[in-house]
């Protein structure tokens, strides 16, 4: 065969891979971390997709129902915990994060997948995003229906996960929820819906595009900082500063900040009604956390929109923070990792306004 066209099928089979993510000998190596969740979940009929039991399954089984993975990556797989994640706790991250640091530091490694509950995933996958310190890929993903169930939705979105974590243009964006196709950042997505597979939404700003045949097509990328642009460090984290979430409703008073202090909270993450909004006695009652020198962040129960800096709240001369569009859950956590570094409100304003 004359060289040139030898030298042409050669280049026609490196397109052909590159277009599959494949390279020419290698899978990516992908590192299943598995926390538990209704992925890993169980119950005695096949037609019980409520009431069964999470956690149940060890990652071996959780991988071993999805044949197909052996032919996109080599997993190495680890149980990190075996929870419902309604038991997960800031303690459970700080392991978590190093955890992921240390397996992105091995240069074999493409990316990680960490297999966690649904009910607190957003909450696991936004501290992982404001603190992993690598661009690899990290992906969470779970499942609302448990392994045992017909339709089990735990296997797709597991081998769209391990899928997205093996390839380069995952890269970068920080950490990504995988459900139900959508590709989602950690920052803007909350679970919706109590039992629907579609449950993982971004409201303020949909998802960052989606897994097709294993590939990703991504139509947006996430304007805040995260994990190597911002100024936390898990690494040197025993523990996380206690900070407390408030809700505000018709009738609601002072009695919450009462308790939240006497617990010993550094931090108050206020779920007000509205734009933030604070009736009076709760209003005066955080003011006098914050004169000892408690934190006090105004964020919003609805569930998305913007909590506006001084609307309607006097935030400069009270000394509060304002949430931005971060849910109360997620305020609470840039919120406790913001006083591992300072305790200075327009410091941490200034984190709010960029994570
Ligand atoms: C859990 O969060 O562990 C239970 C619920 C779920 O995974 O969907």
């Given at each position: 065969m004359p060289t040139a066209l030898r030298l042409l099928l050669a280049l026609l089979l490196l397109f052909a891979m590159l277009g599959t993510g494949l390279s020419a000998d290698k899978k990516p190596l992908v590192v299943v971390l598995a926390t538990g969740g209704t992925i890993a979940g169980g119950a005695?009929?096949?037609?019980?997709?409520?009431g069964y039991k999470a956690a149940v399954f060890g990652v071996d089984r959780v991988l071993a129902s999805?044949?197909?993975l052996a032919k996109v990556a080599d997993i190495r797989a680890e149980q990190v915990f075996q929870l419902a994640s309604e038991n997960m706790t800031p303690a459970h991250w700080l392991i978590l994060g190093k955890r992921v640091n240390q397996a992105l530091k091995d240069p074999a490694v493409s990316g990680v997948v960490i297999t966690h509950g649904t009910d607190t995933l957003e909450e696991t996958a936004y501290f992982l995003h404001l603190t992993v310190k690598s661009d690899k890929p990290v992906v969470l993903t779970g499942s609302m229906r448990p392994a045992t169930a017909i339709s089990a939705d735990g296997p797709l979105n597991l081998y769209n996960a391990v899928c997205l974590a093996g390839t380069a243009e995952a890269r970068g964006k920080g950490v990504l929820i995988l459900m139900n196709d959508a590709i989602l950042s950690a920052r803007d997505t909350t679970k919706t819906n109590t039992f629907a597979t579609d449950t993982f939404r971004a409201p303020d700003s949909g998802p960052l595009g989606f897994m097709q045949l294993g590939r990703p097509l991504f139509y947006r990328l996430p304007a805040r900082a995260h994990t190597l642009a911002t100024?936390?460090?898990?690494?040197?984290?025993?523990a996380l500063p206690q900070v407390e979430i408030l809700y505000g409703y018709a009738?609601?008073?002072a009695s919450q900040v009462t308790s939240a202090l006497a617990a010993g909270a550094k931090g108050i993450v206020n779920a007000g009604t509205g734009n933030g909004s604070l009736p009076d006695g709760t209003k005066a009652a955080l003011a006098q956390a914050r004169a000892r020198g408690v934190l006090v962040v105004r964020s919003s129960r609805t569930g998305s929109g913007v909590v506006t800096?001084?609307?309607?709240?006097d935030d400069d001369a009270l000394g509060f923070v304002a949430a931005d569009n971060l849910t109360p859950q997620k305020a609470r956590i840039l919120l406790a990792l913001a006083l591992t570094v300072t305790s200075d409100p327009l410091r941490i304003q200034r984190m709010f306004d960029t994570y």
């Open positions: 005695d009929s096949d037609t019980t997709t409520i999805v044949p197909a100024e936390f460090a898990v690494d040197a984290l025993t009738g609601s008073n800096r001084n609307g309607g709240v």
